[in-house]
């Protein structure tokens, strides 16, 4: 085993303390709760975010005859999004606030619907959208080197030249607005600059007969999507308890190691993490078919049939990459013959799509309506849809471009346990750079790599409702149903390079420093030194670190809902409508949403996905919803001008009450030692809910324990039984 020997009376050295650390721990803002014990919140500070909006919208309508009718639209909006800097306009130099941010959307849409005969209709459709989207980060064209850190970390960042983000196990800043705090405690290195277009040709034909409506259409889209991003936290520093827990090492606990120790001490973890732009495209065509057929006068079905299909992505400039995961690699040593290797779009006969076309996307739809008596109908219906390849994220990680983007991360040690780098001099060996296509199966070896499988498919959702609707005396309505929704093929990375779990019984055995076969041949990271760790020479790809399939199709979702509606109308002009559903979400994990990290989403055990499947930190078992309009009768009856003006006013209200969300626990050291996942705590199995919960104390901590080295933890992802607060909001 390993020991750690402690400071005298536990008490850092003056002399040991590092001069960066000393530098940056002067940037941080004086308390404004001093003296409050460690855990408790020492800072608040209320602010507001500035949101100024301006938009303005024209149309014009034109009728050529009695059967063409042309209209136009014109929209634009600007709507900039100013978030306060949390610690205040004099310290926005170090805020890990996102920094102003500029949204720009404009649409323009061309219709022409063309009556052939009084039961033949023809539209035809032309829309335009464009999104402009660009910010930088409020400590952009930062000096590094004030703090220590050497010039040349600014060739590693690229741009923006931001203070990095300073990440502190146990000190972080927060925000009750969702996507204000995207960086450490102090500092963000947040860049976006979108300009996304796109254009949608629709066309459908309607044709009335005696019992049936026959409508059939088309439609094609081009999907243009420039984008450059550089992640929130791309260029950080990270400080775990890791480097400070003791006597043992390998052991975690919430007494052993602090955050802020290791800060202290210089030790840091991280990387720099530079982007390429990206101009994407990919096209969508459908086609449709439906068929309303009257069958009666109680009952009705409708059913149809789409056909879909998108086009795999491109980038104009060919930086998409692809894993080869059975190909013999390059990198070969005496009792080594490792198997993998990146290629890439347009080179070695692979097209320039990112994937395999995906051209099986049929899509059936059915839905009945029968009047089982003069005031009660029921309905049912169920169908099979298709999600588009958008909405993966905007920075180029997200798309597989490994070769054209190159990140580096800091080696902090070898064996996990000695610490062997000085914050002054974070990379030594100097930063890897982007070779494009031209070193093929070389490219990145001995470095982190994440691409776009081949293999990847479009997301499906099956459908299917079934609801009861009465009417009852006194203008009321009554409806109760159920509605569920089964998803797979759904997006979500995947991981390949964990070691296998068997060889986690090696336990220290993993971490003792062994001959590198590789040495020599790899310039950056652990495989470049003289040793490594026995355990990188165990994983399934050992010429590479993490090895991950971006936005992979292989997740899955089920959701199950009962659903209840009250409508009631007053004579008077007042409309009362009152719904709630009972629902229940599944899925693998919804990571980031939204701009913050909304529950336990990270893995587990990528050799175990099973057990990753849980209750959605998106779930909300309960929701009320209780809305009221008012027609204001005052003028209503009157033509007069003024009446026109003032006459015709509705008054509206919505009052929505929703359920939390479950929480999810994870460990704050990750002593698996697995190469590739997290680490969750061991569970004894009693309720972790406490009765009434405080920020201090929202779950029991007492039925969590940490567990010991090289084990997975046996806590599920989520706990469906204690949840964060309920939502309330009036509109």
């Given at each position: ?709 090289y084990q997975f933890g046996n806590a599920p992802r989520t706990f469906n039984g204690c949840r964060s607060d309920g939502v309330e909001q009036i509109d």
């Amino acid at each position: 085993g390993f020991l750690r020997t402690p400071f005298p009376g536990n008490v850092i050295p003056g002399s040991r303390i590092d001069p960066v650390a000393r530098n940056v721990a002067r940037l941080f803002p004086a308390p404004t709760a001093a003296g409050a014990p460690l855990g408790v919140i020492n800072y608040t500070r209320t602010a507001s975010n500035v949101v100024p909006k301006d938009s303005w919208s024209l149309r014009g309508d034109h009728n050529f005859s009695a059967s063409n009718r042309l209209f136009a639209r014109y929209s634009f909006d600007d709507t900039p999004f100013n978030r306060a800097p949390v610690y205040g306009d004099e310290l926005r130099n170090i805020a890990p606030t996102a920094g102003p941010q500029v949204f720009t959307r404009w649409n323009a849409v061309v219709e022409d619907t063309h009556v052939f005969s009084p039961t033949l209709l023809g539209t035809v459709r032309y829309s335009a959208t464009r999104l402009i989207n660009f910010r930088r980060p409020y400590s952009d064209n930062f000096n590094l080197e004030s703090l220590g850190l050497p010039s040349s970390l600014r060739a590693g960042m690229v741009d923006p030249i931001s203070l990095p983000a300073i990440q502190i196990t146990g000190y972080n800043a927060t925000s009750s607005v969702p996507n204000v705090v995207v960086g450490g405690v102090i500092g963000a290195t947040d860049l976006i600059n979108f300009g996304n277009t796109m254009q949608t040709v629709q066309g459908s034909v309607t044709k009335n007969l005696s019992t049936h409506t026959l409508k059939a259409g088309a439609e094609y889209r081009v999907i243009q999507f420039n984008n450059l991003q550089v992640g929130d936290a791309a260029t950080n520093f990270n400080f775990t308890p890791a480097w400070t827990q003791g006597p043992n090492p390998n052991a975690s606990s919430a007494v052993a190691g602090l955050g802020l120790a290791t800060f202290l001490l210089g030790i840091p973890a991280g990387g720099v993490n530079p982007q390429p732009a990206l101009a994407l495209t990919n096209k969508y065509s459908a086609f449709f078919f439906q068929d309303t057929w009257r069958a009666s006068s109680r009952l009705t079905v409708n059913w149809g049939v789409r056909y879909e299909y998108e086009t795999p992505r491109t980038d104009r400039f060919n930086q998409l990459t692809n894993f080869d995961f059975s190909v013999a690699s390059p990198l070969t040593a005496e009792g080594f013959a490792p198997r993998g290797g990146l290629t890439f779009v347009n080179t070695g006969g692979l097209p320039r799509y990112n994937s395999v076309p995906d051209r099986n996307n049929l899509a059936p739809r059915l839905g009945i309506a029968y009047k089982l008596g003069k005031r009660t109908v029921i309905r049912a219906g169920a169908g099979l849809f298709y999600a588009g390849l958008t909405g993966i994220g905007g920075g180029a990680t997200a798309f597989g471009t490994s070769g054209f983007q190159a990140s580096t991360a800091i080696v902090t040690s070898l064996d996990g346990l000695t610490p062997a780098v000085r914050w002054s001099d974070p990379y030594p060996n100097g930063f890897n750079r982007p070779t494009g296509a031209q070193a093929g199966l070389s490219t990145l070896l001995g470095q982190g790599i994440g691409f776009n499988d081949r293999g990847n498919v479009l997301p499906k959702s099956a459908q299917w409702n079934m609801s009861v609707q009465q009417e009852l005396p006194g203008n009321m309505l009554v409806e109760v149903g159920y509605a569920g929704n089964r998803g797979w093929s759904l997006f979500e990375a995947r991981q390949w390079n964990q070691l296998p779990d068997a060889a986690l019984a090696q336990g220290d055995a993993l971490r003792q420093l062994v001959p590198n076969p590789f040495f020599g041949r790899i310039a950056v990271g652990p495989l470049a030194q003289r040793t490594v760790a026995r355990a990188q020479l165990l994983r399934p790809y050992p010429q590479f670190e993490g090895v991950t399939s971006q936005a992979a199709s292989w997740a899955a979702s089920g959701y199950h809902a009962l659903q209840a509606k009250f409508e009631k109308r007053y004579a008077t002009g007042l409309t009362l409508i009152a719904s709630y559903t009972y629902s229940k979400a599944m899925d693998y994990g919804s990571g980031p949403f939204a701009g913050e990290t909304v529950g336990a989403a990270t893995f587990q055990n990528w050799n175990n996905l099973l057990a990753e499947y849980g209750t959605s930190v998106l779930d909300q078992t309960q929701r009320y919803i209780l809305n009221t309009v008012y027609e204001v009768p005052w003028l209503k009856a009157q033509k007069s001008p003024v009446a026109k003006v003032l006459g015709g006013w509705q008054l509206g209200a919505i009052w929505s009450g929703f359920s939390g969300g479950p929480l999810g626990v994870t460990s704050a050291v990750n002593n698996t030692f697995s190469q590739g996942g997290g680490q969750r705590p061991n569970w004894s199995g009693q309720s972790a809910c406490v009765a009434n919960p405080t920020p201090a104390r929202w779950l029991d901590q007492s039925v969590f324990s940490t567990p010991l080295p090289y084990q997975f933890g046996n806590a599920p992802r989520t706990f469906n039984g204690c949840r964060s607060d309920g939502v309330e909001q009036i509109d």
